[in-house]
């Protein structure tokens, strides 16, 4: 194939803790919580709330009393607010709304122009006006309680909205998870490839994708069956997964093919990785699969293309593109090798040497 090289073959701070009790009457209502309400579940395990108000007495008493439940910080504006939540990454904002500076609504704003904290649950708390309630749902408030809060029922919102939030983020985990594997699936990995090609273009980091087909499953399934081939499939995705550092990202694109991403790797490297992962796939047996498969060498064809400063492609597709056309021609040349993309088409295959 013009455009491919063959690489081998076999063929923060303050605030942090909760503060002391105040004296004298609270400005939040009764904040009494006994200690066996504790939730059970996710509340349990210590959720993590950032509090914001620009009023020291209702600051202290809030950190006071929820920090009995949850594990607290607080805030004093909208911009130390946006600093602490993008440094710590809450499971739950609790926000004033006016404060001087950047007030709540502008906060929250900021916060959901960035996908790391776009999905953090805010409430908004405040002295109540006609228009207030509707502004800060349209803002995205998961919640809305007028000031004074009684104590009871903003603990049972916080969990409400806790709770609301872990199952949306189930919810999206299933949506986004191979059922067979527990890797990515086709449509988290069209979203993390956008994210990642996006960040290498912006910073001018390089990016490699890398594209894996199991060999020969038709013949494992005719020979051994279907439950023989998915067991294989699963020993692949559980041997690829421990091959991955934090920054890679692997999933199942169908059927027996696999898609890798690796951040900060240039072709040459990932042709590394790559190797690595076929020449230790030959040492895999899969587990409780038909005892004749038990002689039998699971090997992968691997097409790898990548994003560099130098050559910019068109789009994150285009470059899943050029790492499938990369495993076309690695299966095309007898299986079980690592074909590179090329970046000029029309340059002449190479070939590298490698242990027989």
């Given at each position: 194939m013009?455009?491919?090289?063959?690489?081998?073959?076999?063929?923060?701070?303050a605030?942090?803790t909760?503060?002391?009790?105040?004296?004298?009457?609270?400005p939040?209502?009764?904040?009494?919580?006994?200690?066996?309400?504790r939730?059970t579940?996710e509340?349990?395990?210590?959720?993590?709330v950032?509090v914001v108000?620009?009023?020291?007495?209702?600051l202290?008493?809030?950190?006071?009393?929820?920090?009995?439940?949850?594990?607290v910080q607080g805030?004093?504006?909208g911009?130390?607010?946006?600093e602490?939540?993008r440094?710590?990454?809450?499971?739950?904002?609790?926000?004033?709304?006016?404060?001087?500076?950047?007030?709540g609504?502008?906060?929250?704003?900021?916060?959901?122009?960035d996908?790391?904290?776009?999905?953090?649950?805010?409430?908004?708390?405040?002295a109540?006006?006609?228009?207030?309630?509707?502004?800060?749902?349209?803002?995205?408030?998961?919640?809305?309680i007028?000031?004074?809060?009684?104590?009871?029922e903003?603990?049972?919102?916080?969990?409400?909205?806790l709770?609301?939030s872990a199952?949306?983020?189930?919810?999206?985990a299933?949506?986004?998870?191979d059922?067979?594997?527990?890797?990515?699936?086709?449509?988290?990995?069209?979203d993390?490839?956008?994210?990642?090609?996006r960040?290498?273009?912006?910073?001018?980091?390089?990016?490699s994708?890398?594209?894996?087909?199991?060999d020969?499953?038709?013949?494992?399934?005719?020979?051994?069956?279907?439950?023989?081939?998915?067991?294989?499939?699963?020993?692949?995705?559980?041997?690829?997964?421990?091959?991955?550092?934090?920054?890679?990202f692997a999933?199942?694109?169908?059927?027996?093919e696999?898609?890798v991403?690796?951040?900060?790797?240039?072709?040459?490297?990932a042709?590394?990785?790559?190797?690595?992962?076929r020449?230790?796939?030959?040492?895999?047996?899969?587990?409780g699969?038909?005892?004749?498969?038990?002689?039998?060498?699971?090997?992968?064809?691997?097409?790898?293309?990548?994003?560099?400063?130098?050559?910019?492609?068109?789009?994150?597709?285009?470059?899943?593109?050029?790492?499938?056309?990369?495993?076309y021609?690695?299966?095309?040349?007898g299986?079980?090798q690592?074909?590179?993309?090329?970046?000029?088409?029309?340059?002449?295959?190479?070939?590298v040497p490698?242990?027989?």
């Amino acid at each position: 194939m013009a455009g491919a090289t063959i690489v081998s073959s076999a063929n923060p701070g303050a605030r942090n803790t909760p503060a002391g009790a105040n004296g004298g009457a609270s400005p939040l209502g009764r904040l009494t919580v006994q200690a066996d309400d504790r939730p059970t579940g996710e509340a349990a395990a210590r959720s993590k709330v950032l509090v914001v108000d620009d009023d020291d007495a209702t600051l202290e008493a809030l950190l006071s009393l929820l920090g009995a439940r949850y594990d607290v910080q607080g805030a004093q504006d909208g911009v130390e607010a946006v600093e602490r939540v993008r440094a710590w990454l809450p499971d739950l904002v609790l926000m004033d709304v006016d404060m001087p500076a950047t007030d709540g609504l502008a906060a929250r704003e900021e916060l959901s122009h960035d996908e790391r904290t776009a999905s953090i649950p805010v409430i908004f708390v405040s002295a109540p006006t006609a228009d207030l309630p509707v502004r800060c749902f349209e803002a995205g408030a998961a919640d809305y309680i007028p000031k004074p809060i009684p104590g009871p029922e903003l603990v049972a919102r916080i969990d409400r909205s806790l709770r609301e939030s872990a199952e949306r983020r189930m919810l999206k985990a299933l949506a986004q998870t191979d059922a067979l594997t527990g890797l990515a699936n086709y449509r988290a990995l069209t979203d993390r490839l956008e994210h990642e090609f996006r960040r290498a273009s912006r910073y001018e980091y390089p990016v490699s994708v890398v594209s894996i087909d199991l060999d020969r499953l038709k013949e494992i399934n005719d020979v051994f069956g279907h439950d023989t081939g998915n067991r294989a499939i699963v020993a692949l995705a559980q041997f690829l997964a421990d091959c991955l550092r934090d920054a890679d990202f692997a999933a199942r694109f169908g059927g027996d093919e696999f898609v890798v991403i690796l951040p900060y790797q240039a072709p040459a490297e990932a042709a590394v990785f790559a190797e690595r992962l076929r020449q230790g796939l030959r040492k895999l047996r899969v587990p409780g699969a038909d005892p004749r498969l038990a002689d039998l060498e699971l090997t992968v064809s691997i097409g790898i293309a990548g994003e560099w400063r130098e050559a910019r492609k068109q789009s994150a597709d285009a470059l899943l593109q050029a790492s499938d056309l990369a495993l076309y021609e690695a299966k095309h040349q007898g299986r079980n090798q690592v074909v590179v993309y090329e970046r000029a088409l029309g340059e002449r295959s190479e070939e590298v040497p490698h242990d027989a």
